[in-house]
């Protein structure tokens, strides 16, 4: 059973930036697709954004221009970089396998965009 711990969610004002990191128990970066999901308050989880195991990046139009996902294969780690915030980015991260989930969700990450 593969656990995921996300983190670097804080209190931001829109316009501001963030930097979200996914640290994986094992080492399944190099084996599989990984994405950032989401969930706002009352609203289902949406995947946001994805790179495949080569290295290919796929983003949710709502995201595109503005977040950025990476991942250091060595430090089993997946990363987000959020610019640009909005308040409609508001919500708890996780990260998991992609484009479907494959193992327990992480407590997630809070990410609020306010002033």
């Known amino acids: 059973q593969v656990q995921f711990v996300e983190s670097g969610g804080d209190l931001v004002q829109p316009g501001g930036s963030l930097r979200l990191s996914c640290a994986a128990s094992?080492?399944?970066?190099?084996?599989?697709?990984m994405g950032w999901y989401r969930q706002a308050p009352e609203k289902a989880r949406e995947l946001v954004a994805a790179?495949?195991?080569?290295?290919?990046?796929v983003y949710a139009d709502s995201v595109k221009g503005r977040f950025t996902i990476s991942r250091d294969n060595a430090k089993n780690t997946l990363y987000l970089e959020m610019n640009s915030l909005k308040s409609d980015d508001t919500a708890v991260y996780y990260c998991n396998t992609a484009p479907g989930p494959k193992w327990q969700w992480g407590q997630g990450t809070q990410v609020t965009v306010s002033s």
């Open positions: 094992g080492s399944i970066l190099t084996f599989y697709a």
């Open positions: 790179i495949t195991s080569d290295g290919g990046t």
